[in-house]
């Protein structure tokens, strides 16, 4: 019984603290609590290798470019495409990471029409480029 009141109490005290969190520090998880921004998140985690634009992510949301600009940049403390971008540099870490695909495949899967395309902006976001990435994530 006291286990499960211990159990009971701590899902309580998250539950409060992330609703805390979601209203006051930007980031995804403030994103997903806000009613335009939730649906435009979870299409670009759907889809993160379509070209969107943030006329098609504001659709999504049934918003304008502006209002989601705006909201997405107050909730998550970015515009939707740096989001993307980074989202993108991700996915593109843990395939480096724990596959033997080659830079134009990993490309390609997470939206870079190029290994070049992808080298600047996983440079610009993780401050190496993938190849030493990888080397470093081998070693």
Avoid at 28 to 41: E, H, I, K, Q, T
Wanted: aromatic residues 6%; without cysteine.
């Amino acid at each position: 019984m006291g286990e499960h009141l211990a159990v009971v109490m701590l899902v309580h005290a998250l539950r409060i603290h992330l609703a805390q969190t979601a209203r006051h520090a930007p980031g995804w998880l403030a994103g997903l609590a806000d009613p335009v921004v939730g649906p435009a998140l979870s299409a670009l985690h759907a889809a993160p290798h379509r070209p969107w634009t943030v006329a098609e992510i504001a659709e999504v949301s049934g918003v304008s470019r502006s209002t989601l600009a705006e909201r997405f940049k107050r909730s998550v403390g970015l515009s939707p495409l740096d989001y993307l971008r980074r989202w993108r540099i991700e996915l593109a870490s843990h395939r480096l990471r724990h596959s033997t695909d080659t830079l134009a495949v990993i490309a390609r899967s997470v939206g870079y029409g190029s290994e070049s395309a992808l080298s600047t902006a996983f440079k610009q976001v993780t401050g190496v480029s993938p190849r030493v990435y990888r080397s470093g994530a081998a070693a």
